[in-house]
């Protein structure tokens, strides 16, 4: 007796299936370079006009949006010898902010209002809401 052990069999049984599916692959390379708009009929794709008014169909009750130029009066560039004028000048006009990268800046400072704290609020009726006044609280209506 050999004291060597058995080969193990494998778990799992081999097919041809394998060959099989590597020639379908050789199939579909071969008719994707012989058609290649073939992959494109597997979708359906539908042709629409667009209207390019299309905004005014759903622009109804909606407020009136008027966008002001708040643009600067003037600019104008500025050369600095070196960063002490530069850090003098960013203390005489007080934006301290001001950095080696800053490319621009307002004076006096722009206080910017972050868009992430408007919002635009109406009841479920449809009125606007409204302006109520710390002298409001004393009424017994609310």
């Not at 629409?48 to 009136?64: F, I, R």
């Amino acid at each position: 007796m050999s004291d060597t052990p058995e080969t193990p069999k494998p778990q799992v049984a081999e097919s041809g299936e394998y060959e099989n599916l590597m020639e379908l692959n050789e199939q579909n390379k071969a008719e994707a370079e012989a058609n290649p708009d073939a992959f494109q009929s597997l979708f359906e794709v539908e042709e629409t006009v667009v209207n390019p008014d299309h905004w005014t169909e759903h622009w109804k009750g909606m407020p009136e949006y008027q966008q002001d130029d708040n643009g600067p009066w003037k600019t104008i560039r500025m050369h600095f010898r070196n960063e002490e004028d530069y850090n003098a000048f960013a203390k005489l006009t007080g934006n301290t902010h001001l950095t080696k990268k800053t490319k621009s800046a307002w004076y006096p400072k722009l206080e910017i209002t972050k868009n992430a704290l408007i919002r635009w609020i109406e009841d479920d009726d449809g009125d606007e809401d409204e302006v109520h006044t710390d002298e409001d609280e004393s009424n017994e209506g609310w």
